[in-house]
């Protein structure tokens, strides 16, 4: 079996981010919602002109874990402004990781996972967050399992719908 490599996202990998992203999506939330409210969002989250601003926001960065070429699967991380929420002055926000379904259960979200860590961790940052939907049991456990706990909610707008997503938190240890 081929290893998995890490890679950082450029803005000319805008295209296959794009299609990363809106496939994992789909296949993580198309069964728990409709098909009207997947379409909208599929389309304005993940337009091109969209993610090449965030693939050039100075504040987050994009990773591919890729087996033989292929993407399947990503991490997105925010520092300071770029953060959905600011929570802590220092803090690293976990904004996606996504795996394909094919794929899942082969340590690759840990490994991206690992990344999001070891940036944290270079940051300096006091603390790693994350906002996982309260209906997705397998993704909860996953951090969980790493060390993350509820600290809050807020609400995600999927199309029309308001969902709600648990806010949750790893405190690292300080770097002084």
């Known amino acids: 079996m081929e290893p998995i490599t890490l890679r950082q996202a450029t803005p000319a990998d805008v295209s296959q981010l794009q299609h990363i992203g809106r496939q994992t999506f789909f296949e993580t ?3 728990s919602n409709s098909e009207e409210n997947m379409r909208a969002y599929l389309e304005e989250g993940f337009a091109a002109e969209k993610l090449t601003a965030e693939l050039q926001e100075p504040h987050s960065s994009f990773y591919f874990a890729e087996q033989a070429g292929r993407v399947i ?3 997105k991380v925010n520092t300071g402004p770029a953060q959905t929420e600011q929570h802590a002055p220092n803090a690293l926000e976990l904004e996606r990781i996504y795996v394909l379904q094919e794929f899942h259960g082969q340590r690759v979200g840990q490994l ?3 990344q999001a860590l070891h940036l944290a961790t270079q940051a300096r940052a006091e603390c790693l967050w994350l906002g996982v939907w309260e209906e997705n049991p397998r993704a909860i ?3 969980e399992k790493n060390g993350f706990v509820a600290f809050d909610k807020h609400v995600f707008k ?3 719908d308001e969902q709600t997503d648990i806010m949750m938190k790893l405190p690292l240890p300080h770097n002084g």
Request: charged letters at 20%; a negative charge; glycine letters at 14%.
């Open 29 to 31: 939330f198309a069964a």
């Open 73 to 75: 699967g990503y991490l």
């Open 112 to 114: 991206l996972y690992e």
């Open 141 to 143: 456990r996953f951090y």
């Open 158 to 160: 999927l199309g029309d």
